[in-house]
């Protein structure tokens, strides 16, 4: 197995020696500037972790590692021994970004080995930033009838049970709430009215929900929101959980739809 973790949307550039194996551990020797291909989907920021270890070339001590990016600088962290980094990449509009590892200093040979072996990476990752079905700066937060955060198939996102709350830590201020939501078990998985509402149990607005799309909640000064599939509330066989739908990951990519 190489150094990339599958289904990461990474691919190695140049700047790499071939991969190889010693006592059951596979990886490959560096350099300088190792490069990266990783494919960011989302505009979200990611995380770029990678296990390595200083080398011959850095004399087997403490070295400082650079993440670049077209000749930029994006992170910087210490290297002081076999270990595992993990450097935050800022957010862009989705495309394939090169990343450079690079390191000042070394190139000291190495004994009986013609090439120069700075550091070798055993393991590399590259993935989105953990982020929750709420837009972190939304001034809100889950009460009741959510299920915890979980992934599956690459997508990441919350089941909710019979009236999940949501609760707007400041009244009036945000004027709007996008959610993703897709049908789930607990309406058969078909078409079902999604009815939101306010803390005084009136009704901002409902929307059927008939495959997975964007729903645009209106807030109108609610301090506290309920999310109430109508008919849902059934149960699967192999879970005793009520998951009427769920709600995936926020991404500043949502739009609201068309009216």
């Known amino acids: 197995m190489d150094i990339l973790t599958p289904a990461n949307n990474t691919s190695l550039?140049?700047?790499?020696?071939?991969?190889?194996?010693?006592?059951?551990?596979?990886?490959?020797w560096v350099t300088n500037d190792a490069e990266i291909y990783a494919a960011a989907l989302r505009n979200v920021k990611h995380y770029l972790q990678v296990h390595l270890e200083p080398g011959p070339g850095l004399n087997l001590k403490p070295f400082e590692l650079l993440i670049k990016e077209k000749d930029q600088t994006l992170a910087r962290t210490t290297v002081k021994g076999r270990q595992m980094i993990s450097v935050e990449i800022p957010a862009t509009e989705p495309m394939v970004r090169k990343l450079v590892l690079h390191v000042e200093g070394g190139?000291?040979?190495?004994?009986?080995d013609a090439r120069l072996l700075n550091?070798?990476?055993?393991?590399v990752t590259f993935m989105p930033a953990l982020i929750d079905v709420l837009a972190p700066d939304a001034g809100a937060k889950l009460g009741s009838g959510w299920y915890p955060l979980e992934t599956f198939n690459g997508e990441t996102f919350r089941w909710a049970g019979n009236d999940a709350k949501i609760t707007l830590n400041a009244p009036g201020e945000a004027k709007q709430l996008m959610l993703e939501i897709e049908p789930g078990p607990g309406v058969n998985s078909k078409p079902f009215v999604l009815r939101v509402l306010n803390d005084a149990g009136v009704q901002l607005t409902e929307a059927k929900v008939e495959t997975r799309r964007v729903v645009a909640i209106q807030l109108d000064g609610a301090s506290s929101l309920t999310l109430h599939a109508e008919g849902g509330g059934k149960k699967i066989g192999s879970d005793d959980r009520i998951m009427n739908f769920r709600v995936f990951q926020y991404s500043p990519d949502l739009k609201a739809p068309a009216k």
């Open 13 to 28: 550039g140049s700047g790499w020696f071939p991969l190889e194996a010693y006592r059951a551990e596979s990886f490959r």
């Open 107 to 112: 190139g000291r040979p190495a004994p009986n």
């Open 119 to 123: 550091f070798r990476v055993f393991k």
